[in-house]
C-alpha cells in the first residue's frame, strides 16, 4: 500500500513562538483556520525578565509520528510566515513542544515530546480581526515565490539594523512583482515631468511594451495604494 493510500491520523502539534505579539488581556485563546486547520493561539504566561513567547497548537493529517513530525514542522514555518507579514512584527518558531496522535478512543499514543515549556508572555495586539486576514491569506495558493517573499518579510521583521529591514522587504516586494502578471502595456515616463514619453514620429505616437522588473513594481504598489 503506497503512503496516500495509507490510513491517516489526526495529529495535534504545539510550537513555542518567539515575538511580541499578544492576545488582548481580554481574550484567553484564539481559535482559527489556517487553510484547513483548526489552530489555537494562547499566551504564554510570563515570570519578570523572562522572554515573550506565544502557545500554537494546530491539528493536521499524517499517516505516521515521522511524517506528522516533517508536516509539523513545515506547517508551522508556514503559519508563522504568514503571521508575520499581516502584523508587520517579527513571528518565528522558538521550538516544537509536542506532538501527538489525536485520534478519538485511543488508549496508547504515538507521541513526540520536546523538552521543557519555559513560562512567558507578549506585547503587540493579536486577536481575531488579525487572525481572519491570516485565515483569509491561507485560502489562496502559496507559489514559490509568495514563499520567497514571506520568509524575506519575516527577516525583514525579526532585523535589528533599519538598513536590513528596508533590505529584506523590498526583496519581499521585488519578488512579488516579478511573479505577477500585470493586464496590458505600460508606456516608458520622462524622468523628469513623469508624463508619457512619445516617440517624434507621428505614425509611433506613445509606444507600449509589457512591463519591466521596475515597472511592475510600481504596478503592485499601486495595486494595494502605495504609490
Known amino acids: 500500500m503506497s503512503t496516500s493510500e495509507e ?3 489526526r495529529w495535534l502539534a504545539a510550537f513555542l513562538l518567539k515575538t511580541n505579539l499578544r492576545l488582548p488581556d481580554d481574550l484567553e485563546r484564539l481559535d482559527g483556520r489556517y ?9 504564554v504566561p510570563r515570570a519578570h525578565g523572562e522572554e515573550y513567547f506565544l502557545d500554537l497548537k494546530f491539528v ?18 508556514e503559519i508563522t510566515h504568514t503571521l508575520s507579514f499581516v502584523s508587520a512584527v517579527s513571528v518565528r518558531v522558538h521550538r516544537p513542544v509536542f506532538l501527538i496522535n489525536w485520534d478519538a478512543g ?5 507521541q513526540y515530546v520536546y523538552g521543557r515549556y519555559p513560562i512567558v508572555e507578549p506585547k503587540e495586539s493579536l486577536d481575531a480581526t488579525m487572525w481572519r486576514t491570516v485565515s483569509l491569506m491561507s485560502e489562496h495558493e502559496v507559489t514559490p515565490a ?3 517573499a514571506l520568509r524575506w518579510h519575516t527577516r525583514g521583521t525579526r532585523a535589528s539594523i533599519f538598513e536590513d529591514q528596508f533590505l529584506y522587504h523590498f526583496f519581499a516586494i521585488e519578488i512579488l512583482a516579478g511573479a505577477e502578471t500585470f493586464i496590458g502595456k505600460v508606456v516608458d515616463k520622462c524622468p523628469h515631468c513623469r508624463g508619457d514619453l512619445a516617440c ?5 505616437g506613445k509606444p507600449e511594451h509589457r512591463p519591466y522588473p521596475k515597472q511592475k513594481i510600481a504596478l503592485l504598489l499601486r495595486e494595494v495604494g502605495l504609490s
Open 200 to 204: 517624434p514620429n507621428p505614425h509611433c
Open 7 to 9: 490510513k491517516r491520523s
Open 106 to 110: 485511543m488508549t496508547m499514543r504515538d
Open 60 to 77: 493536521f493529517n499524517a499517516v505516521n509520528l515521522e511524517e506528522a513530525h516533517d508536516v509539523a514542522e513545515e506547517l508551522a514555518a
Open 35 to 43: 487553510a484547513n486547520l483548526d489552530v489555537f493561539i494562547k499566551n
Open 146 to 148: 509568495k514563499r520567497s
